[in-house]
């Protein structure tokens, strides 16, 4: 029964939260290059086998090249991810792994042995089986590597709008009762196409810098020029669609996770007809003060876009932070309850339950389950706690934002280059290019740190906050392999980063063709 009644010590918390953050930061900084990558290949090794050209296999060697590189190490943290649910987060494993261990096994069943299936097609396969199998290897790669992403963001999706379970009191876990429902979820489905056409611009931009970087070196011309028009392509497609699943993604939040959208937009206090802040002197550096500030200093904002992007009306209500705290009335004149109602309600949930499971009273259950929607409020100790960290998820998304904006604007000037002027003569655009990897990571790791930052503390919206989702082990042990997994990733890193240098410097390695045969 003391599953989810332990105390367990603040620097425990601290120290699991922050491990699960390394790894989940360096784990994604391999992932959205594999999904990017995938889809380059895919039409470089398509353009090879419709014109059956040996320049279009040379060039859809040297990406898979680097998308080999790039998955190993992908795969190596991804496993380590994956363990730290069992050693950091026992507790949150027992409520509800019921739920939460099917995508993921499904995920390791099919998706990652497909994709480990045929990636060794692609890379051994050459000259050993028909053009057209190994095509499809290629892309049945990409795909094996899409559809693990999807699993895994339906189970993060879970984790955020929790659907198709009930609780049993019995066995103190939740089980799941719709599995279409937690797969299928409208939340899952907005979170996975935005997730996959934001890595889409990371892998793009990846290939037309190391394109434009051989443009500037004078060399590999026609490889480069190739590999620029399909890439600055798939990338102008992928922000009009990031941009698109991004505004689907906060009508979602928005409705599910209002704490999360108030803590985005600095909205202390909201109301109808509310504006989308462009930028505003939110402290970088401490808590806003939402009880007492009415709004940021130097706000400029889009007249009613927050309503329009919330509530799909130009008039809609928007809650801010004070009014979810405190409760609010909704469009469709429902009310929220107020945070200490919650609580209030959240901790008789818990005594209900622990109540029945001591004396096996058949009342207590009537009780629970009238509560369990706020169960996880019970754990609450201050209300304060419920509101995220304001500056980060004001500015991370800003960033993202910003920098999404940027993307558009840099595939579209690419493209125009490449088919209405010399791209080549133009070195500053050449030398501004190698800036857009970098950016593409900040821009993609930003939209992480909105996602899971703004809906602190829960571990499971609603249902269970990170406090209560720990596993009770010494906080020095989850400290010492924090400092061991840092050292090992950032080698980790560094060795990927050196291997990709020598193998771009290198360039492509171009078959030599019989002209006998052809």
Same mark, same amino acid.
């Given at each position: 029964?003391?599953?989810?009644?332990?105390?367990?010590?603040?620097a425990?918390?601290?120290?699991?939260?922050?491990?699960?953050a390394?790894?989940?930061?360096?784990?994604w900084?391999?992932?959205?290059?594999?999904?990017?990558?995938?889809?380059?290949?895919?039409i470089?090794?398509?353009?090879?086998?419709?014109t059956?050209?040996?320049?279009?296999?040379?060039?859809?060697?040297f990406?898979?090249?680097?998308?080999g590189i790039?998955?190993?190490m992908?795969?190596?943290?991804?496993?380590?991810?994956?363990?730290?649910f069992?050693?950091?987060? /026992?507790n949150?494993?027992?409520?509800?792994?019921d739920?939460?261990?099917a995508?993921?096994?499904i995920?390791?069943?099919?998706a990652?042995?497909?994709?480990s299936?045929?990636?060794?097609?692609?890379?051994?396969?050459w000259?050993?089986? /028909?053009?057209?199998f190994?095509l499809a290897?290629?892309?049945?790669?990409?795909?094996?590597?899409?559809?693990?992403?999807?699993w895994?963001?339906?189970a993060?999706?879970?984790m955020?709008?929790?659907?198709?379970?009930s609780?049993?009191?019995?066995?103190?876990?939740?089980?799941?009762?719709? =599995?279409?429902?937690?797969?299928?979820s409208p939340?899952?489905?907005?979170?996975?196409?935005?997730?996959?056409?934001?890595?889409?611009?990371v892998?793009?931009?990846?290939?037309?810098?190391?394109?434009?970087?051989?443009?500037?070196?004078?060399?590999?011309?026609?490889?480069?020029?190739?590999?620029?028009?399909?890439?600055?392509?798939?990338?102008?497609?992928?922000?009009?669609?990031?941009?698109m699943t991004?505004?689907?993604?906060?009508?979602?939040?928005?409705?599910?996770q209002?704490?999360?959208?108030?803590?985005?937009e600095?909205?202390?206090?909201?109301?109808?007809s509310e504006?989308?802040?462009v930028?505003?002197?939110?402290?970088?550096f401490k808590?806003?003060?939402?009880e !007492?500030?009415?709004?940021?200093?130097?706000?400029?904002?889009?007249?009613?876009?927050l309503? $329009?992007?919330?509530?799909r009306?130009?008039?809609?209500?928007?809650?801010?932070v004070n009014?979810?705290?405190n409760?609010?009335?909704?469009? &469709?004149?429902?009310?929220?309850?107020?945070?200490?109602e919650k609580?209030a309600?959240?901790?008789?949930?818990?005594q209900?339950?622990?109540? $029945?499971?001591?004396y096996?009273?058949?009342? /207590?259950i009537?009780i629970?389950?009238?509560?369990?929607?706020?169960?996880?409020?019970?754990?609450?100790k201050d209300?304060?706690?419920?509101?995220?960290?304001?500056?980060i998820c004001?500015?991370a998304?800003r960033?993202?934002v910003g920098?999404?904006?940027?993307?558009?604007?840099?595939f579209?000037?690419?493209?125009?280059?490449?088919?209405k !002027?010399?791209?080549q003569?133009?070195?500053? =655009?050449?030398l501004?290019?190698?800036?857009?990897?970098p950016?593409?990571y900040?821009?993609s790791?930003?939209?992480?740190?909105?996602?899971e930052?703004?809906?602190q503390?829960?571990?499971?919206q &609603?249902?269970?906050?990170v406090n209560?989702?720990?596993? &009770?082990?010494?906080?020095?042990?989850?400290a010492?392999t924090?400092?061991?997994?840092?050292a090992?990733?950032?080698t980790?890193?560094?060795?990927?980063i050196?291997i990709?240098?020598?193998?771009?410097?290198?360039?492509p390695e171009?078959?030599?063709v019989d002209?006998?045969?052809l």
């Amino acid at each position: 029964m003391t599953h989810l009644l332990l105390d367990i010590t603040s620097a425990t918390i601290d120290w699991s939260r922050a491990q699960f953050a390394l790894t989940a930061i360096y784990h994604w900084l391999f992932v959205p290059l594999t999904l990017g990558l995938a889809v380059i290949m895919g039409i470089a090794e398509t353009c090879y086998y419709r014109t059956n050209k040996p320049f279009w296999k040379d060039v859809a060697r040297f990406w898979q090249k680097l998308f080999g590189i790039n998955f190993a190490m992908g795969v190596a943290t991804g496993i380590i991810l994956e363990f730290e649910f069992g050693t950091n987060w /026992s507790n949150y494993s027992w409520f509800v792994g019921d739920i939460f261990g099917a995508p993921l096994a499904i995920e390791g069943i099919l998706a990652f042995f497909m994709e480990s299936t045929f990636v060794a097609v692609m890379f051994f396969g050459w000259n050993k089986v /028909s053009r057209g199998f190994h095509l499809a290897s290629t892309w049945l790669t990409g795909l094996g590597a899409t559809i693990s992403a999807w699993w895994i963001l339906v189970a993060n999706s879970w984790m955020q709008y929790p659907v198709g379970q009930s609780f049993n009191p019995n066995t103190m876990r939740f089980e799941m009762t719709s =599995f279409m429902d937690v797969a299928l979820s409208p939340f899952a489905i907005n979170k996975f196409t935005h997730t996959v056409t934001s890595s889409w611009i990371v892998g793009a931009a990846f290939v037309v810098a190391i394109s434009c970087w051989y443009l500037y070196k004078k060399r590999e011309h026609e490889l480069a020029i190739s590999s620029i028009k399909i890439g600055a392509t798939v990338g102008l497609v992928a922000t009009l669609l990031a941009a698109m699943t991004g505004d689907n993604s906060a009508y979602k939040v928005a409705q599910v996770q209002p704490m999360k959208l108030a803590a985005m937009e600095a909205l202390y206090n909201g109301g109808e007809s509310e504006g989308l802040t462009v930028i505003a002197a939110v402290n970088p550096f401490k808590q806003a003060d939402f009880e !007492k500030e009415k709004e940021p200093a130097m706000r400029i904002a889009f007249p009613n876009a927050l309503s $329009f992007l919330a509530t799909r009306s130009m008039n809609g209500y928007v809650p801010g932070v004070n009014d979810i705290l405190n409760g609010y009335t909704k469009s &469709d004149g429902t009310k929220e309850p107020s945070v200490d109602e919650k609580i209030a309600r959240g901790k008789k949930a818990i005594q209900a339950l622990k109540t $029945f499971r001591e004396y096996n009273i058949p009342e /207590s259950i009537s009780i629970l389950q009238e509560n369990m929607k706020y169960f996880g409020y019970g754990y609450i100790k201050d209300k304060k706690d419920l509101v995220p960290s304001i500056p980060i998820c004001f500015y991370a998304f800003r960033v993202m934002v910003g920098l999404g904006c940027l993307f558009i604007l840099f595939f579209g000037v690419c493209l125009f280059f490449i088919y209405k !002027k010399d791209i080549q003569r133009y070195t500053w =655009f050449l030398l501004a290019a190698l800036a857009m990897i970098p950016l593409a990571y900040i821009a993609s790791e930003s939209g992480w740190i909105v996602a899971e930052i703004g809906r602190q503390p829960w571990t499971i919206q &609603d249902l269970l906050p990170v406090n209560a989702a720990v596993s &009770d082990i010494e906080a020095g042990s989850v400290a010492t392999t924090f400092f061991i997994f840092l050292a090992l990733f950032t080698t980790m890193l560094a060795v990927e980063i050196n291997i990709m240098v020598k193998q771009i410097k290198k360039g492509p390695e171009y078959e030599k063709v019989d002209t006998n045969t052809l």
